[in-house]
């Protein structure tokens, strides 16, 4: 199983033990749509002078069939890229990793060190507290337009540093 593919209680687990540490903010509903469900949605507060953030959440998928997010977009950043960050001999590196396969029954989970949407080119500040729409495009479930928080704090430890990155 591919690194960031969790059953379905593993990942609420996770989830849930983030929540309760106040490490991040659960949104109030889950966003469904067909098989897709997308939950515990936060993007990080934007941090003066820097043109970049990030989002994260948990995609989980009911149905029989794969689903894969394929894109994703918003009107706070000029582009919204699916990334996937991996370590490897003590450093970390990013790459693209469109699409993301959603199997069934099972789930995936964005985190920091893991698969994230990257937004680059903010239009605006992203303030802590308030809210920020980003469209998901999923091959079979089609667009899905969700609410993520956003958090100043988003922390799950000290993450190894990044070759060539300015986030």
Request: proline share 8%; hydrophobic share 45%; glycine share 12%.
């Amino acid at each position: 199983m591919s690194r960031g593919v969790r059953s379905p209680s593993w990942g609420l687990a996770l989830v849930w033990g983030l929540v309760l540490a106040g490490v991040v903010s659960a949104d109030p509903q889950p966003v469904r749509q067909g098989d897709i469900t997308v939950s515990s949605r936060v993007v990080r507060a934007s941090i003066p002078g820097s043109p970049n953030s990030a989002a994260y959440m948990v995609i989980a998928n009911t149905g029989a069939a794969p689903d894969a997010l394929i894109a994703a977009r918003c009107a706070c950043a000029a582009t919204v890229d699916i990334h996937k960050t991996e370590t490897m001999r003590g450093m970390s590196t990013m790459a693209s990793a469109a699409p993301v396969v959603v199997p069934p029954h099972g789930q995936v989970v964005f985190q920091p060190g893991g698969y994230h949407l990257m937004l680059t080119g903010l239009k605006g500040p992203l303030r802590d507290g308030g809210l920020q729409a980003i469209t998901l495009v999923f091959k079979r479930a089609g667009a899905i337009r969700a609410s993520f928080r956003i958090n100043a704090q988003i922390n799950l430890g000290p993450a190894p540093p990044m070759r060539g990155m300015g986030h």
